[in-house]
């Protein structure tokens, strides 16, 4: 996917999540990540690594787990090589810790989270 595909589809003003409405970035509240998404790439072009992860995330909480990989796969791409550890560690603790701290903080259907992050965290991986 061209990069500036990838930029484009990040830039969405905001969506709807299947897993309910949860607050803050890492737990999940994808309308204010894609606003923050929105007024960063009006400046800024390129993606940080912690600012791509944080789109995958978003993703992932939409259930949209093909445009997460895609996001990383960018960051893996366009980045220099001094960064490929950082991005290895954030994808480590993408898989293995992140899906715990979001649903400990989810008020709601913790269990359609739980069961939504345990399907596609795992297809992301294999795309």
């Known amino acids: 996917m061209p990069q500036h595909a990838i930029y484009s589809m990040m830039s ?52 949209k787990p093909q445009d997460a990989a895609n996001i990383i796969q960018l960051l893996n791409q366009t980045s220099p090589d001094s960064k490929k550890s950082a991005i290895m560690d954030k994808l480590e603790k993408l898989v293995n810790k992140w899906p715990f701290e979001v649903i400990k903080h989810q008020k709601e259907d913790r269990k359609a989270l739980a069961a939504s992050l ?7 991986v294999v795309y």
């Open 118 to 124: 345990k399907a596609d965290i795992p297809a992301m």
């Open 12 to 63: 969405r003003k905001s969506f709807s999540t299947e897993a309910g409405t949860i607050t803050g970035n890492s737990t999940g509240d994808t309308e204010s990540l894609w606003k923050i998404e929105k007024l960063r790439s009006e400046t800024v072009k390129q993606h940080n690594v912690s600012s791509g992860f944080s789109c995958a995330k978003g993703f992932l909480l939409e259930r």
